[in-house]
């Protein structure tokens, strides 16, 4: 038997969330079963968590979309027990048992190993939106970074909070986007010399051009807020998009990408190719500041995430929460 945050939907059409005893043969089909030490709350598990179900496909369901733990048993040649291990992507806690208990079962493919370096807790600390905020410095290096500062927008969230570290340690300028004032020392604490406020670029876009201001961008938002900032693109610069918070719609013109080149990156961390995942776990490990990765953290028990699940989706949520499902 062991712990595990269950979310079931009851008759009133409303899902309901609590942690139950439940024993392994229930766990789904897959190659690998992992002891699970920690896992993390992101923007999906508080739609899984919440009363309307969100994202998830059956139920009885297991939330949680990324974990790092050991393995315990397996049939695949590449893992052995005791060896160290993170997953995130594939759909986990979404439409497959995810990170919010004590055991998990999973395919071996979706697995990527420890890197050395990285202890179980900090790379739950890091999570989907660290591992989704290296993706996109990866993609800005890959196609090149012009003078100015970074732009990271949503700053103070998990992606932006990461995002400004590992550009910070790599000696980029970066200017983080906040709509809370009080966030400022921490957003400078995480390596960010300007603090933008999320009210300079919320204005509806009147021209499709402005001044040149940033040398990258790595943005958490998406919308109007995107729109804006492809405006002020230098030329030749580029964006990674990684996320929807403000929406799916751009109202924006070609006249960014025609007049100035400015590329728009795209940043899927859901099915990345396993070189691709190894990569940049590995890059996690030795770029991003592990004194600062410390700031970041609000630790959190299977017991704390009914609430923790409405604080994220209202914006409450600041840096990472790293779930200890064994505390």
Not at 169 to 187: F, I, M, N, S
Not at 290 to 304: G, N, Q, R
Request: aromatic share 6%; charged share 20%; proline share 5%.
């Amino acid at each position: 038997m062991f712990n595990a945050m269950i979310v079931e939907k009851g008759e009133d059409g409303k899902t309901h969330a609590a942690v139950q005893q439940i024993d392994t043969d229930r766990l789904p089909a897959g190659e690998v079963t992992v002891a699970v030490d920690f896992s993390t709350v992101n923007y999906k598990d508080g739609l899984c968590i919440g009363p309307g179900g969100g994202l998830v496909r059956t139920y009885p369901h297991v939330p949680g979309i990324d974990f790092a733990g050991t393995v315990e048993a397996s049939d695949d040649d590449r893992y052995k027990a005791g060896d160290k291990v993170v997953l995130t992507g594939w759909r986990v806690g979404e439409a497959h048992w995810g990170g919010y208990a004590q055991k998990a079962r999973v395919k071996a493919d979706w697995l990527v190993p420890l890197p050395e370096g990285l202890t179980t807790r900090q790379a739950m600390a890091v999570g989907t939106a660290g591992f989704t905020a290296m993706l996109a410095v990866m993609a800005l290096e890959d196609h090149g970074i012009t003078a100015g500062p970074v732009l990271v927008t949503g700053a103070s969230g998990g992606v932006g909070s990461v995002a400004t570290a590992i550009l910070s340690k790599l000696g980029h300028r970066v200017a983080a986007v906040t709509g809370r004032p009080e966030g400022a020392d921490y957003l400078r604490d995480l390596g960010a010399t300007e603090i933008v406020a999320r009210g300079e670029l919320a204005e509806t876009v009147k021209k499709p051009l402005e001044a040149e201001r940033w040398g990258g961008c790595i943005d958490a938002v998406g919308g109007a807020m995107l729109a804006r900032v492809l405006g002020q693109m230098e030329y030749g610069a580029s964006v990674a998009a990684v996320g929807l918070a403000g929406g799916a719609n751009l109202p924006a013109t070609v006249i960014p990408f025609l007049l100035r080149g400015v590329n728009l990156l795209g940043i899927d961390s859901v099915m990345q190719p396993y070189d691709n995942r190894v990569r940049a776990w590995s890059r996690i490990a030795t770029d991003l500041p592990m004194d600062k990765l410390e700031a970041m953290i609000t630790p959190a028990t299977l017991s704390d995430l009914p609430r923790l699940g409405a604080e994220i989706l209202q914006g409450q949520v600041r840096g990472r929460v790293v779930v200890d499902v064994n505390g």
